[in-house]
T-cell receptor
Framework: DAGVIQSPRHEVTEMGQEVTLRCKPI?????LFWYRQTMMRGLELLIY????????DSGMPEDRFSAKMPNASFSTLKIQPSEPRDSAVYFC????????????FGPGTRLTVL | GEDVEQSLFLSVREGDSSVINCTYT??????LYWYKQEPGAGLQLLTY?????DMKQDQRLTVLLNKKDKHLSLRIADTQTGDSAIYFC?????????FGTGTRLQVFP
């Protein structure tokens, strides 16, 4: 299995631009999580999906952030418009229900907003 | 809500044992986890322990769980420079995992 796949690995953009981060979970996993990691705030859960349905988006910072999961193999996290304080590493993780709730993380997308 | 706490830094000499500690507030977690994050990488599952266990050993790793004190620890025997990383404790909370702040382990020769 290829594991959780994220793209792009690095993104540099200017303030005000739209940013779209992509994630492909492990095949067969029914949960997908988006996290943000910064030095100041550590690892924060932004939103998670179960069977493509958003379950808890209370961690999404503000309306500039949105996430979708149109099918079981693809999810996007969009920031529009982006701001310098959005600079962070964004991780996607997935897990399969019915066993240990072990989450498998992707390599992350390092976002820099200038 | 659930709170998971860890010390931020640990520095050990190569060949010594490392002990990373974690305390949590929610006692209903079925599984408790240790993840490792190397520079520039995602979190990698190291090991986990079922809540009805006190100890789990996996090669150089030993996990101890004290449910009464809500304390979880990770011991790394014969610590190597390749063990230098950030170690996260995580506890289950419903569908989610609640992660600690991470402990940065530095191994010096």
């Amino acid at each position: 299995d290829a594991g959780v796949i994220q793209s792009p690995r690095h993104e540099v953009t200017e303030m005000g631009q739209e940013v779209t981060l992509r994630c492909k979970p492990i095949s067969g996993h029914d949960y997908l999580f988006w996290y943000r990691q910064t030095m100041m705030r550590g690892l924060e859960l932004l939103i998670y999906f179960n069977n493509n349905v958003p379950i808890d988006d209370s961690g999404m910072p503000e309306d500039r952030f949105s996430a979708k999961m149109p099918n079981a193999s693809f999810s996007t996290l969009k920031i529009q418009p982006s701001e310098p304080r959005d600079s962070a590493v964004y991780f996607c993780a997935s897990h399969s229900s019915g066993g240990a709730d072990t989450q498998y993380f992707g390599p992350g997308t390092r976002l820099t907003v200038l | 809500g659930e709170d998971v706490e860890q010390s931020l830094f640990l520095s050990v000499r190569e060949g010594d044992s490392s002990v990373i500690n974690c305390t949590y507030t929610d006692s209903s977690s079925t599984y408790l986890y240790w993840y490792k994050q190397e520079p520039g990488a995602g979190l990698q599952l190291l090991t986990y322990i079922f809540s009805n266990m006190d100890m789990k050993q996996d090669q150089r790793l030993t996990v101890l769980l004290n449910k009464k004190d809500k304390h979880l620890s990770l011991r790394i025997a014969d610590t190597q420079t390749g063990d230098s990383a950030i170690y996260f404790c995580a506890v289950g909370s419903g569908d989610k995992l609640i992660f600690g702040t991470g402990t940065r382990l530095q191994v010096f020769p």
